[in-house]
């Protein structure tokens, strides 16, 4: 059982808009940044999102990052077939003092 | 070129013990802040430990404290992590990830396979 709770499946047909939801509680998404990684089939994690909303460098603009209260969001838009990977998000737990990251959302573009 | 390369995983008895190397590369490593990070086969990311780029700070998950240990040796480049007294739940690749804040994991390794079976 995951401290963050994300649905364990999404899916879209290329070009749609998909959005991928992450909900915590006061001591983790409440208090602190939420990070997004990407994990391709068969490759290590990737962060896509940092500090909610900004994209690392060579990150496309179609992936967008989101926070209100204790929930968080990743958006893709004109989704593309490479984008079909195992989405997670992650935030500092203040009552844990630790990193707790969400199951998992593995999106299927159809 | 950031790079981050882990070793010493394998295969070990219940009970046994192991140290993870994560060599790093391309960047000051004294600067970034660090953490083990595993996955389970088939499972999702769970946090294991986490240590300040001085060293001085670290923080373990809840299934791992008292038995695992994390440090760094910044002259050599090098994370390591020490675990101790393993368990069959223990089984998953290990990566060595981090950054140069303490807000994010902005690189990561390729993982190194720990299984834990008699």
């Known amino acids: 059982q995951s401290v963050l709770t994300q649905s364990p499946s999404a899916s879209g047909t290329p070009g749609q808009r998909v959005t991928i939801s992450c909900s915590g509680s006061?001591?983790?998404?409440?208090?602190?940044?939420v990070n997004w990684y990407q994990q391709l089939p068969g490759t290590a994690p990737k962060l896509l999102i940092n500090?909610?909303?900004y994209r690392p460098s060579g990150v496309p603009d179609r992936f967008s990052g989101s926070k209100s209260a204790t929930s968080a969001s990743l958006a893709i838009s004109g989704l593309q077939s490479e984008d079909e990977a195992d989405y997670y998000c992650a935030a500092w737990d203040d009552s844990l003092n630790g990193w707790v990251f969400g199951g998992g959302t593995k999106l299927t573009v159809l | 070129q950031v790079r981050l390369v882990e070793s010493g995983g394998g295969l070990v008895k219940p009970g046994g013990s192991l140290r993870l190397s994560c060599a790093v590369s391309g960047f000051t490593f004294s600067d970034y802040y660090m953490s083990w990070i595993r996955q389970a086969p088939g499972k999702g990311l769970e946090w294991v430990s986490y240590?300040?780029?001085?060293?001085?700070?670290?923080y373990y998950a809840d299934s791992v404290k008292g038995r695992f240990a994390i440090s760094r040796d910044n002259a050599k480049n090098s994370l390591y992590l020490q675990m101790n007294g393993l368990r069959a739940e223990d089984t998953a690749l290990y990566y060595c990830?981090?950054?140069?804040?303490?807000?994010?994991?902005?690189?990561w390794g390729q993982g190194t396979l720990v299984t834990v079976s008699s």
């Open positions: 006061s001591s983790n998404i409440g208090s602190n940044t």
């Open positions: 500090s909610n909303n």
């Open positions: 990830a981090g950054g140069p804040t303490s807000l994010q994991f902005d690189s």
């Open positions: 240590i300040s780029s001085s060293g001085i700070t670290k």
